[in-house]
């Protein structure tokens, strides 16, 4: 019987228990702190930046996976380098920490993104401005998440403080050409150490304030399917990913895609997964990593509609008010993280099937509604 | 956030553990050894018939609920009079306890069930054997389970031994006429304290050696639902069940039911619900003993079948051959219990689901010769 190590104690290793469950195998969490979202397989508590510790996990586990993208690829790199399976491997999980090291790996193999430059000093950055404004996107390469380290501007000056700092950042920071989407979109795929991988359906993923809201499984527009699953395939297969991976994408009104951002775990656009798919996100990380065959990601049904439950205050941890939703709608599926409340904050999510995505949107949206007590 | 206490360490609390995490409650496991299959969730491990040892794990739950029936009822008693809450109650439990309860009680509600006697004498047993022979089944009113505890003989001679030790069974023993049925059926049902109550669809159970083998969910003819949910929710309410029940049936050749027994929990019949229905049974079972709203009991998709894995031997535990029946057979759903490998023993299930019963059968058949290493 195997052990999976997850580096991390938020939500994405809480809802790895049940797939580990079901698959009769061991999860051991690495959290950051006690009383953690996935305090029901923390078996350390610690520094992931400290390589003794690290070291001290690896050595219960068979594999070393995460919840987040922190570690340091240096610590990790190192661990691999002393026989640890690392999955995915620091080689390819660099892209995912390091937006600069992404977008030119991204044009190494061809695949479609926004036009995009890396920048050491103010000239630069304004004379991309000049070429791409008047509004740009500027990125910290590293440490960004949910909106943080990503600034919408129109000159150099408002991001000042970031080019002062460049070192914190690795040197330089990211620009990108503020795309005029239709949509956005997240295509998720698997991948075996052995080579084997799947893709689930391409989703319509829906953001507010550089958060994600809300998920539609399928995308409504099949016509998408086949290129998304393509340039996902290729960046799997390009980057040796092993495990889940997301990669979100801009959808144009022309219908070709931009890749905007990756993800080397289990991904907030894939929750719909638990209910929606023949094998979650969480399963199939699972077993990718422990090199065992995929499971199908066809859907259980049509459509899978999935919606964010985030804090609304520092007080509502949504116990009071989730039985008034779950009486209400019954076919709702309810996840809820025990995290203490904050405002903004990742709480838990809903999720529900049917037919018709526009009213299961609705009804997300209500029972959510009900949950901050707004109703 | 409220705490669940589950009393018994095996894979129904362990099932239950996926349920707790997506409802955002804690669960805590009073197991009666170390390495239980619900390990996970253990805090206590101990006698569960030391009243002591019970009140002690009482403190610090919500409510306590079960994995299985052994706890006597004079200690839950005791406990509920402690102020405890105890879901199902000892009242309703004990006709889950003691099959001859269970029978004097469903006489009572005018249910339909095999003809019965309570047996206290060689002679008493002959004289059933003589009108009901000449096969007829005995029982023992309490400990059986999974085909212990039940005898289909033609003499009392067959059943000395039990007849000797009539105190050991309470004091008598239980005769039923050997039915001879069309197929076996299995009605869940979940009721909460305040009386709301949701079925399940019906399900057909294919059993073996006195063990459940296979279920087909929902049961193929449709013209049962009505009689079985009609029987069921007169079951619950009449004995103010809390938490999941599983009626066991028999479908006679002209369609008519039969009551044959009672499990006052999460049941093997229902483990199809994980996947196969929008509400689980062990989310299900979690609700109704919070008393929170209950789910949605409608099948995802068409039909959901689900295999038992039972043990072959005391050396396979099926994880050197699932990724062989994984690889094979993507689309079916492998549950495994982490038990040590015993033939017989139930060690895991295998749930896949579609349009076709039949074809999902036989693919869950094959995948699982797999597992047990015969193809």
Redesign the interface.
């Known amino acids: ?1 195997q052990t999976v190590g997850v580096i991390g104690g938020g939500q994405l290793a ?2 790895m ?2 797939a580990a ?4 195998i061991n999860l051991a969490v690495f959290a950051e702190s006690e009383g953690s979202s996935a305090h ?2 923390v078996t350390k508590v610690g520094d992931y930046t400290d390589l003794a510790q690290l070291r001290e996990f690896a050595k219960d586990v068979d594999v070393i996976t995460f919840d987040h993208e922190h570690v340091p690829t240096e610590l990790l790199r190192q661990l691999e380098a002393e026989g640890v399976n690392v999955r995915p491997g620091p080689a390819a999980l660099i892209h995912a920490q390091n937006k600069l090291v992404m977008r030119k790996k991204l044009a190494e193999l061809g695949l479609p993104q926004p036009n995009w430059a890396e920048i050491t000093s103010p000239q630069e950055l304004e004379q991309f401005i000049g070429i791409h404004g008047p509004k740009i996107v500027v990125k910290t390469p590293i440490g960004g998440y949910d909106g943080k380290g990503v600034r919408v501007v129109s000159s150099a000056a408002e991001v000042s403080d970031w080019l002062e700092n460049l070192e914190s950042f690795g040197g330089s920071l990211l620009a990108e050409q503020k795309v005029d989407f239709l949509s956005e979109a997240a295509q998720l795929i698997a991948r075996r150490p052995s080579g084997e991988a799947k893709t689930w359906p391409l989703v319509q993923t829906i953001q507010s304030g550089g958060v994600c809201s809300e998920v539609i499984a399928p995308y409504p527009s099949l016509s998408l399917s086949e290129p998304a699953a393509d340039i996902t395939h290729s960046i799997a297969n390009g980057l040796g990913v092993t495990g889940v991976m997301a990669v979100e994408m801009f959808v144009l009104a022309d219908g070709s895609l931009l890749v905007n951002e990756l993800a080397m775990r289990p991904h907030n656009s894939g929750h719909f997964s638990i ?1 929606g798919s ?2 979650s996100q969480f399963e199939q990380h699972l ?1 990718a990593v422990l090199d ?5 990601t ?1 859907m ?2 049509g459509f899978a509609v999935m919606v964010n439950l985030l804090g609304v205050d520092d007080k509502n ?3 009071e008010h989730y ?1 008034t939703a ?2 209400r709608y ?2 709702v ?6 995290k203490t409340a904050r405002l903004g904050r990742k709480m ?1 999510h809903l999720t529900v ?1 049917g037919s018709n995505h526009e009213e299961l949107l609705e009804t997300g949206r209500k029972a959510r509604s009900l949950i901050y007590g707004e109703a």
Chains 1, 2 share one sequence.
């Open positions: 019987m809480r809802m228990q049940p469950i079901a698959l009769g029901g397989a209910e023949n094998t077993r065992l065959p995929l499971g199908d066809g259980r049904g941890s949504f116990y039985p779950m009486a019954p076919s599926s309810f996840h809820l993280y025990q838990g099937l």
